[in-house]
């Protein structure tokens, strides 16, 4: 990458994943994705220069159709990397009619507006 195309290694990096969470990922099938990735990836490339939507080649007035687009791949690819962060472990005990049940609760959360748990009951007498 760096000798054929001078490009850096977070450059490489980012392109590759700009290119994975793309067209095809998920529900990006609209030809809208081949658009934003391509854009994304030319920003990459050459951030000196300016990549713009124009409304027509006569006119020249810069359109910006796909900011939601961009906002979700920017999001996706910066995310890439984010390991869960697991909170201590909650534990509880009960008795009931002899038998102690033991209530381990791990919780995983990859942001604040989408935590996701898994639990597990144990029976000890």
């Given at each position: 990458y760096n000798n054929i195309f001078n490009l850096s290694?977070?450059?490489w990096d980012r392109i590759?994943?700009?290119a994975h969470y793309g067209y095809g990922y998920g529900n990006h099938y609209e030809e809208k994705w081949i658009t934003v990735s391509q854009f994304l990836i030319w920003r990459t490339v050459d951030s000196n220069?300016?990549?713009n939507w124009l409304d027509n080649l006569n006119d020249r007035n810069i359109v910006y159709p796909y900011e939601s687009e961009i906002l979700e791949?920017?999001?996706l690819v910066n995310e890439h990397y984010l390991l869960p962060n697991i909170s201590p472990n909650i534990k509880i005990g009960i008795n009931i009619a002899?038998?102690?049940?033991?209530l381990i609760i791990l919780v995983f959360?990859?942001?604040?507006s989408k935590p996701s748990f898994s639990f597990a009951i144990f029976f000890h007498s």
């Open positions: 290694l977070e450059q590759k994943l700009l220069s300016s990549f791949l920017e999001k002899n038998k102690t049940i033991a959360i990859l942001n604040s």
